[in-house]
C-alpha cells in the first residue's frame, strides 16, 4: 500500500519536461540534419565547379552574375526578417533574457534557406549557430502549438537551442551545457534535464545520418607530457591574446560595412560571395567552415609559412564573411583558427626544440578549446566540445589548462563573451530606435561604498527607458557590456528620453542610496 500510495503522489514535472525535451530534440535533430546535409552537399558541388572552372575558365563570368543573383535572394529574404542576420545565438541569447520576441515559423524557414544559400558556396561561416537557432525555433514553436506559458516557452526554447548544437557537432553534453553556460545562464534542475534529453535526442537522429565516427576524429599517438604543461601555459596565453584580438576585429565589422553607404546591410553579402571565387578558384582547400582544414592538419601537417598563409586567409576571410550578415555561425571557424594557432606554435616549439614534433598534434587539440574559451568565454563548453568532437577523454586536463589560461588572459585585456557582446550591439541599436529623437544625456559618478561599486552591469537593474552607453574610467571610456565591473570614480553616461531624465536620475539615486555594505 505505502508503494501505491508513493506513486499515486509522484511528482510528474520533471518526467513531463523530459519526454518534452526528447520531442524538441527528435524534431529539431530532423530539422538540423537535413540542414547539415544540404550544406555538405552543396560545398560538394561547389568544389566540383571550381574544379571545371579550370578546365572552363570562362565559366566565371556565369559564377559572377550568379553570386550576385544568390545575394539578391538571400538580401530579400533577410529584409523580410533581419533577425535571421549572422549566427542567431545571440537572437535566442536575447529571447530567453526577454529583451527580443520572434516568430518562430519565421525564423525557422528564413535561416534555414539562407543558411544554406549563404555557406554551401564555400564561405568561411559555420552551421552550429544557425543550427542553433534553428533548433530554439522548433521548441518555440512546439511550446507554441502545446499552448504553453511563458515560462514553459523560455524551457523548450532554450532546450531546442542544445539540440541544434548537438546535432550540428553529435556533442550532447557540450550542446547542453552550451545553453546553461553561454545563454541561458542558469542550471535550473527544469532546464539543464530538458535541454539533455533533447540534446540526446537530436544526437542519435543525427548520427542515424551521419554515422559514429566523431566529427574532428583526430588520431594522435602520445599524450602529453607532464614536464612539457608549462608550454601549455605559454600556448593559452597566446590564444588568449589572439582571441581578443579576434573579438575587436569582428565587433568592428558591421562599422567597416557601414562605410558601403550604397549598399543595404541586407545585400552585404554579396562581398564576400564575390570575394569568395579567386578563393575557391585558386585555394579550393580552404573553403568551408574549416570541418575539412581541420582534418586535413592530422593527414599532412604543412611547413610554418603556408600554415600561416592559410591561418591569415582564414582569418581575413572569416571576419569579411560574418560581418556581411549572411546568416551563418562562427563556432566552427573559430575553432578551425584556434587549430592553425596550434599547429603554428607546435612546429615553432618543435623547431625549437622545445618539445618533440609528435606533439604538434596534441597542440592542435588543446588550441582549438583554448581559442574557443577565449573567444566565447565559456571554458567548460569547449572542454568538452572538444573531447566529444574529437572523441577521446585523454586530453581533458591539458584541454582545462589551455582553456583556462585563455580565459584568464582575456579577461585581463577586458574581453567580454562574443555572444554577449553581439546581442548587447542587437540591444543597443533597437532600444535607441524606441527611444525618442528628444534624447538626452546623464553623467551619473560611482562614488566609494555605493550600491553599485564592485556590482556587473548586469546584476543592476537599471531604470525604465534609459540606456548605459557608456563608462568613463579615468582617461579611458569603455563601452559597458553584461560582465563590466563598476568601480568607485567611473562615471556612467546614461541615455534616456529629455522628458524622463529627472526620473532616471531619481532612480539612479535610490539605487545608491543604501551602501553596498548594508547590502550584503
Request: aromatic fraction near 12%.
Amino acid at each position: 500500500m505505502a508503494f501505491w500510495r508513493q506513486i499515486k503522489h509522484f511528482d510528474t514535472t520533471r518526467f513531463k519536461f523530459i519526454l518534452k525535451g526528447l520531442l524538441i530534440g527528435l524534431v529539431s535533430g530532423i530539422v538540423v540534419s537535413f540542414f547539415r546535409l544540404a550544406i555538405e552537399i552543396g560545398l560538394q558541388k561547389t568544389l566540383r565547379l571550381y574544379q571545371w572552372l579550370h578546365v572552363h575558365p570562362m565559366g566565371i563570368l556565369g559564377l559572377i552574375i550568379a553570386s550576385i543573383i544568390l545575394a539578391f535572394i538571400i538580401g530579400v529574404i533577410v529584409k523580410g526578417e533581419p533577425n535571421i542576420m549572422g549566427s542567431g545565438i545571440p537572437q535566442v541569447e536575447g529571447q530567453l533574457a526577454g529583451d527580443i520576441a520572434l516568430p518562430w515559423w519565421s525564423i525557422l524557414w528564413r535561416k534555414f534557406t539562407t543558411g544554406i544559400l549563404g555557406i554551401a558556396p564555400g564561405l568561411f561561416l559555420g552551421r552550429e549557430g544557425p543550427s542553433i537557432q534553428l533548433g530554439a525555433a522548433v521548441g518555440q514553436g512546439i511550446a507554441t502549438k502545446l499552448g504553453r506559458s511563458d515560462s514553459e516557452k523560455r524551457i523548450m526554447l532554450a532546450s531546442g537551442a542544445a539540440a541544434g548544437l548537438s546535432a550540428a557537432f553529435s556533442a550532447p553534453i557540450a550542446g547542453t551545457l552550451f545553453v546553461l553556460e553561454e545563454i541561458y545562464h542558469n542550471f535550473s534542475p527544469l532546464i539543464w534535464m530538458t535541454s539533455l534529453a533533447s540534446a540526446i535526442a537530436a544526437d542519435f537522429v543525427s548520427l542515424n545520418f551521419f554515422g559514429l565516427t566523431p566529427v574532428l576524429h583526430i588520431q594522435y599517438s602520445h599524450s602529453f607530457p607532464l614536464a612539457l604543461y608549462w608550454q601549455l601555459i605559454l600556448l593559452g596565453a597566446i590564444l588568449g591574446v589572439f582571441g581578443y584580438l579576434y573579438q575587436c576585429v569582428l565587433l568592428a565589422m558591421p562599422g567597416w560595412y557601414s562605410h558601403l553607404k550604397w549598399l543595404p546591410r541586407s545585400f552585404q553579402g554579396v562581398v564576400p560571395l564575390l570575394l569568395v571565387i579567386p578563393l575557391g578558384y585558386f585555394w579550393p582547400q580552404t573553403l568551408g567552415g574549416g570541418n575539412a582544414v581541420i582534418l586535413g592538419l592530422a593527414v599532412k601537417l604543412p611547413p610554418f609559412w603556408p600554415l600561416l598563409a592559410l591561418f591569415l586567409i582564414r582569418f581575413i576571410f572569416s571576419m569579411i564573411s560574418y560581418g556581411s550578415g549572411l546568416p551563418g555561425g562562427i563556432f566552427l571557424p573559430i575553432l578551425t583558427l584556434g587549430a592553425l594557432l596550434g599547429a603554428l606554435l607546435g612546429t615553432l616549439f618543435a623547431s625549437w626544440q622545445w618539445m618533440p614534433q609528435v606533439y604538434i598534434m596534441n597542440f592542435v587539440i588543446f588550441a582549438m578549446a583554448g581559442y574557443f574559451a577565449g573567444i566565447g568565454k565559456a571554458p567548460f563548453t569547449a572542454i568538452l566540445l572538444i573531447t566529444e568532437m574529437v572523441g577521446d577523454l585523454r586530453h581533458l586536463m591539458p584541454l582545462a589548462v589551455v582553456s583556462l589560461v585563455a580565459y584568464v588572459v582575456v579577461d585581463l585585456l577586458g574581453g567580454a563573451p562574443i555572444y554577449e557582446s553581439l546581442l548587447a550591439r542587437l540591444n543597443f541599436g533597437r532600444k535607441l530606435n524606441q527611444m525618442s529623437r528628444k534624447n538626452d544625456r546623464l553623467e551619473f559618478p560611482v562614488f566609494a561604498g555605493s550600491a553599485l561599486e564592485d556590482k556587473q552591469v548586469r546584476d543592476v537593474k537599471w531604470p525604465h527607458s534609459s540606456l548605459l552607453i557608456a563608462v568613463r574610467r579615468q582617461n579611458r571610456v569603455l563601452i559597458p557590456h553584461g560582465d563590466t565591473l563598476l568601480r568607485a570614480g567611473d562615471t556612467l553616461i546614461v541615455l534616456m528620453p529629455h522628458a524622463k531624465r529627472g526620473a532616471v536620475r531619481r532612480r539612479l539615486r535610490q539605487i545608491t542610496a543604501t551602501s553596498k555594505n548594508l547590502q550584503t
